[in-house]
């Protein structure tokens, strides 16, 4: 059976406006700093390091990375400790349904374990579904780099082209293309345009089925 491998952050959990926050709240209170929102935007699934320090050093701010990182994870956890369901419509039906159908699941994050971790069970995904989480922990080369695809497709004993990525950010498209994968992409974090290269855009996991994506591998035009 064929193989489907979820991002994390703006797929399974919806948490990129929270990460935003924790960072920005993170700049304020270690470097009396303001980061608008929007300079966190190119940085969105490539490694929670470039998140941090990219806008650092387009902002010109010094920083100690381990430390910030460090407090951007415990504001990040504040957040979603008891926090509502950041699950979005249609991923856990989606997630069920390719289980019972034999598929086989993993997750592929840019994100640290502890911290997605945390972000699945705020989510209340159901990981005993899944085979593999392969997380930023486990690569030398962040997304868009296909590295993290690769080793998902490796662990759950599947050529990349009997895998599908779904993916919601640019550098996460690019990432399963390159890793010789067909892509769905939602317009969770970016607009159509911007995710365009993807094989299927969609605005929501709510508007996918499972013969949309084995036609997908067969080379049918999705949605047909």
């Known amino acids: ?16 406006a929270l990460i935003s926050q924790a960072t920005r709240q993170m700049f304020r209170e270690l470097y009396d700093a303001e980061i608008p929102a929007e300079a966190f935007i190119p940085f969105i699934g490539r490694g929670e390091e470039m998140y941090t320090q990219g806008p650092a050093d387009a902002y010109g701010i010094e920083i100690d990375l381990p430390t910030a990182a460090r407090r951007r994870e415990e504001c990040f956890a ?10 979005f419509p249609g991923t856990d039906d989606l997630i069920r349904a390719a289980h019972e159908a034999g598929w086989k ?3 592929a994050t840019s994100s640290s374990r502890a911290k997605s971790a945390k972000a699945l069970k705020a989510a209340k995904v159901p990981l005993e579904l899944f085979e593999i989480r392969v997380t930023g922990d486990d690569i030398t080369h962040k997304k868009p780099d296909p590295e993290i695809y690769l080793k998902a497709a490796e662990a759950i004993g ?8 779904i993916e919601d950010s640019v550098s996460g498209v690019g990432s399963v293309i390159a890793a010789g994968m067909r892509c769905v992409a939602v317009t969770n974090s970016f607009k159509r345009e911007e995710i365009a290269e ?3 855009v969609v605005d929501s996991l709510t508007e996918v089925t499972l013969p949309d994506l084995q036609n997908l591998l067969d080379g049918v035009a999705a949605g047909n």
Request: proline residues 8%; glycine residues 10%.
């Open 78 to 87: 504040a957040m979603v400790e008891d926090g509502p369901d950041i699950s």
């Open 158 to 165: 599947l050529d990349p082209a009997e895998c599908i990525g």
């Open 105 to 107: 699941l993993a997750i």
């Open 1 to 16: 059976m064929p193989g489907l491998i979820f991002d994390c952050d703006g797929i399974l959990a919806d948490t990129e």
């Open 198 to 200: 993807a094989h299927w």
